[in-house]
């Protein structure tokens, strides 16, 4: 009787709060055992799963080890899982009832099929297994996952898990899930990891009964993992995965930002490889070749300014004229003040001056590996702001190491923005073809040949 009392309360509660509560028994009601099929291959799942065409969503997490906080981890769960379409999404996990298998029930609840996949050492060990899990593949292997020891080869397990699913979230994880959640990063494939703690008593009873050390971080492998991998993903997770470069995954859907980042990526490394650097000496070269600039540029506005300054007395200017050269004058003085005419006695701004140093360091390294690559690869240059660029040698540089495999565009719709830059002359100025200029760009330094320009 107080079971028949307790369900409506609980989806009363539910409703109000309109949220999903598991109502015991319901889902167990609507679970039963699962299909399984044992001794299968990486190959064999895979197939099954783009047969069936729906998104492969695999949830990562503690098994045995279990949750400090078992509520705080469904919580979770269920936060991701309303976001997903049971019409669209499969809700894969590992089959086995305990820990994150626990999020099965509240998947076939809301009306996902499920399925598992796990190692034979499951069967033959007798694990038990979710009753809400339709279907489950029992892989052939010999190790319960992770990477085969003293490789970086996935067991035929993880393999299955990796290249099987769309996409991943953990909630917690050990080994297995850290090795599977780091292959499956550097697959491109999207990763969702939400730290939680392994329950304190199991791990320390599990330590205990090992001989080891009582631990203190409850973490578990893969938060550790995920943290010292944060820099093998570049942009906002919930963005597309759009490309790799160097194995650095790159979330997003802009195709000039993913151009940037593999760009970058990539002549640093080139940069490297080349030694090429920067010394003190051309920073200070470089920063009294501005300063030379910024003396001329004070010289030829200030005496634009004296002739307009003269010309505006004129009686005999019209309206039209004298309007014209009073706004001429306005963006002189305003440019003689951003060039600081007026000077500073004043000491340095130690801020200023690092930010000066940063400037020309970036300047003159990207000079210099523009120049490495014009020698290296040829083609046409172009004028820009920020100095002359050898727009061929990049688009060779960049195919090259496109087929190489140094990085991968995985979003094909971006595709053809990525390549336009460099394919699409309309957008550019070239210098002459044979031209002196042309000779000149990279011949010396501009701050070393007393040129006027960066463009020059």
Known sequence: MQRIMFKPALTILAAYLGTFVAVPGDAAAACQSPQQVKGATPAQVRSHFAADGREVVTFMGYSGAGYEDHGAML???ERILGRLDPKR???NIGATVDGIGAVYPVARQR?????????????RSGAELSHCV???????????????????ALSPTSEAMVTSSDRFVAIGGGEVARDELLAARRLGKP??????????????????HRGDPLPTDFGGAAAQAMQADAGRT?????????????????????????RFVVLKALTDRYAR?????????????????????????????????????????AASLSDTERKALTSELESVNQLLGALGEAGSAAAPDPQETQAREQIAAAFILQWKINRALYRQYGGRIIFQQGGPEPLDAYRKFLREKQARGNFT????DLEAAFWSYYVTDSIHSFYPRGSPEEAQVFSAPPWSRGASSLGS
């Open 75 to 77: 919580a979770q769960a």
């Open 89 to 91: 999404v499969v809700i």
């Open 111 to 123: 009306g996902f099929a499920t399925t598992g996949i796990v190692s034979m050492e499951a069967a």
């Open 134 to 152: 339709d279907l489950v593949f029992f892989v052939d292997d010999t190790t319960w996952g992770g990477y085969l020891p003293g490789t970086q």
């Open 191 to 208: 990763v969702t990891f939400i730290p939680a703690d392994m329950n304190h008593v199991v791990a320390v009873k599990k330590a205990a």
């Open 234 to 258: 570049y942009g906002d997770a919930k963005a597309p995965v759009a490309g790799k470069v160097l194995g650095k995954v790159v979330y997003t859907r802009d195709a000039e930002e993913l």
């Open 273 to 313: 490889e080349k030694g090429i650097s920067v010394t003190p000496q051309e920073k200070a070269d470089f920063l009294r070749w501005l300063e030379q600039g910024r003396r001329r540029d004070i010289e030829q506005n200030a005496a634009r300014r004296d002739e307009l300054t003269r010309r505006l007395k």
């Open 409 to 412: 565009i995985l979003n094909k």
